[in-house]
Nanobody, 127 residues
Framework: QVHLVESGGGLVQPGGSLRLTCAAS????????MGWYRQAPGNEREEVAH???????RYTRSVKGRFTISVNNAKNALYLQMNNLNPGDTAVYYC?????????????????????WGQGTQVTVSS
């Protein structure tokens, strides 16, 4: 399994920046994709950014150009650099890891797929 621990959230003024960190441990080699999601009160959880093991990234339109997702494999860490924050970015941000493992060790072709989530970190953008 994979365990995710998030940090870096806090209170920031509009126009400010924050850098979120997701530290991963466990079966890191099983991860084929990771992402950041957020959920504000009264809103649905939405994908903010995603990165594959091959380095391909995608962003939701509202954050494109302001947020950057990256990964440091040596540190087993996922990051979300958030610049030019606005009150609409206020939410709990969650780290997600998409994994695939062999359902039966030593037997190819039978995989188990599972998503792991961090506990979330609060980001509040307010003056």
């Amino acid at each position: 399994q994979v365990h995710l621990v998030e940090s870096g959230g806090g209170l920031v003024q509009p126009g400010g920046s924050l850098r979120l960190t997701c530290a991963a441990s466990g079966n890191i080699d099983s991860i084929y994709g990771m992402g950041w999601y957020r959920q504000a009160p009264g809103n649905e959880r939405e994908e903010v950014a995603h990165i594959t093991s091959g380095g391909t990234t995608r962003y939701t339109r509202s954050v494109k150009g302001r947020f950057t997702i990256s990964v440091n494999n040596a540190k087993n860490a996922l990051y979300l650099q958030m610049n030019n924050l606005n009150p609409g970015d206020t939410a709990v941000y969650y780290c997600n890891a998409e994994t695939k493992t062999a359902a039966v060790p030593g037997v190819d072709g039978v995989d188990f797929e599972y998503d792991y989530w961090g506990q979330g970190t609060q980001v509040t953008v307010s003056s």
